[in-house]
């Protein structure tokens, strides 16, 4: 057994309900979603995993399942899909399974999310859901800085409109509700 193979099989068998939920946010189909955690596992794991804990190791999948999810949108936009057109559509397939959190969002903060596009989710999620820097966020998402705020101050305003909250500011950082459950908060 090679010393990676531990990490994986805890991380698997403890977090990837938390996984599956972050990969979800994103693409609002559990069966694709599914393909990015397993992406992102395949991606970490497959190489010369080296990770001191399984915090860490979780850090870098829920980054690597982001990586996927941008990557695969640039792909759909090279090949000229109307990805915006998909992420409007609702169908029986997208509906999460009965008994799948997602990190104490609300059903609304769900529904706002799925109308973003996805450049915009992507920097929603990774700033204000996992709490990255912007920084980080660009470079998970191979942006700049600049865009980052900008796709993510986009975003803020188009989720405000929909949540009928008071719009983000112009300038400074913006407030949206989003409601962490005590679980994924304590990361139990």
Do not use: N
Not at 9 to 29: I, K, Q
Not at 64 to 75: K, M, N, Q, W
Not at 156 to 172: C, E
């Amino acid at each position: 057994m090679s010393r990676w193979e531990p990490m994986l099989d805890a991380l698997v068998r403890e977090r990837y309900p938390a996984l599956l939920t972050r990969a979800t946010l994103l693409v609002r189909d559990r069966h694709t979603a599914e393909d990015l955690v397993q992406d992102a596992l395949v991606a970490t794991f497959g190489g010369r995993a080296r990770f001191a804990s399984l915090p860490e190791a979780e850090q870098y999948v829920r980054r690597a399942i982001v990586s996927r999810f941008y990557d695969r949108y640039r792909r759909v936009v090279r090949e000229g899909s109307a990805l915006r057109r998909v992420a409007h559509e609702r169908s029986d397939d997208t509906v999460p399974a009965p008994g799948t959190s997602h990190a104490g969002l609300s059903d609304a903060l769900e529904d706002a999310l799925a109308l973003l596009p996805p450049r915009e989710r992507a920097c929603v999620v990774l700033r204000h859901v996992e709490d990255l820097p912007v920084r980080e966020t660009a470079d998970v998402l191979r942006l700049s800085e600049g865009a980052v705020k900008r796709y993510t101050a986009d975003g803020l305003r188009t989720l405000a409109v929909h949540l009928r909250v008071d719009p983000p500011p112009a300038t400074g950082t913006a407030t949206v509700p989003v409601v962490l459950t005590t679980t994924e908060v304590h990361g139990d």
